[in-house]
Antibody, heavy 118, light 107 residues
């Protein structure tokens, strides 16, 4: 059974850093691109970042470019999102997702809440 | 960036109704269009990929159509468990933009 389990969310002050993790199981992790998608409270979905299966290709939303870094460790079947210089507008539930056909997000974790506030 | 515009933003319908949600892209995305369902407090769930391909395990009352810039998600006979928010997303290029969502509520 496929599983994606996010962790690392919490309360952080503006300007602070946080590292999210997404532990994958039940599929061959290294053969799939992975993405982070976020949802601010009461708002819609926002794509954040995507990384290829090898980790050699990454893409970012303009809103996080230069502040967030997507990483993966295929030996540990884990996806990461390193978030620096956090702002109040980064407050959201962060979901990791497995990319499937046509780069759709075919399987999602349960999400982890990040709150940026003083 | 490619902009995705969904309509309507919300609708009220009864169980058994046929419901159609539309999504328009700001440029040609061929068929790189996906549809997701999200229920309150839950992660989104992929329904349709490549504009019209049904994701495994999704009931056949859901269907997708369109190409180029205009797309639609149709629920042929609305069931109680279908009351949720629906999002389109283009995966033709990055950023992989989502529509603003359509909330389907009980009439």
């Amino acid at each position: 059974e496929e599983q994606l389990l996010e962790s690392g969310g919490g309360l952080v002050q503006p300007g602070g850093s946080l590292r999210l993790s997404c532990a994958a199981s039940g599929f061959i992790f290294s053969t799939y691109g992975m993405s982070w998608v976020r949802q601010a409270p009461g708002k819609g979905l926002e794509w954040v970042s995507t990384i290829s299966g090898t980790g050699g290709s990454t893409h970012y939303a303009d809103s996080v470019k230069g502040r967030f870094t997507i990483l993966r460790d295929n030996s540990k079947n884990t996806l990461y999102l390193q978030m620096n210089s956090l702002r109040a507008e980064d407050t959201a539930i962060y979901y990791c997702a497995k990319d499937v056909y046509y780069d759709s997000s075919g399987f999602w974790g349960q999400g982890t809440l990040v709150t940026v506030s003083s | 960036d490619i902009q995705m515009t969904q309509s309507p933003s919300s609708l009220s319908a009864s169980a058994g109704d046929r419901v159609t949600i539309t999504c328009r892209a700001s440029q040609n995305i061929i068929t790189y269009l996906n549809w997701y369902q999200q229920k309150p407090g839950k992660a989104p769930n992929l329904l349709i990929y490549a504009a019209s391909s049904l994701q495994s395990g999704v009931p056949s009352r859901f269907s997708g159509s369109g190409s180029g810039t205009d797309f639609a998600l149709t629920i042929s006979s609305l069931q109680p468990e279908d009351f949720a928010t629906y999002y389109c997303q283009q995966s033709y290029g990055t950023p992989r933009t989502f529509g603003q969502g359509t909330k389907v509520e009980i009439k």
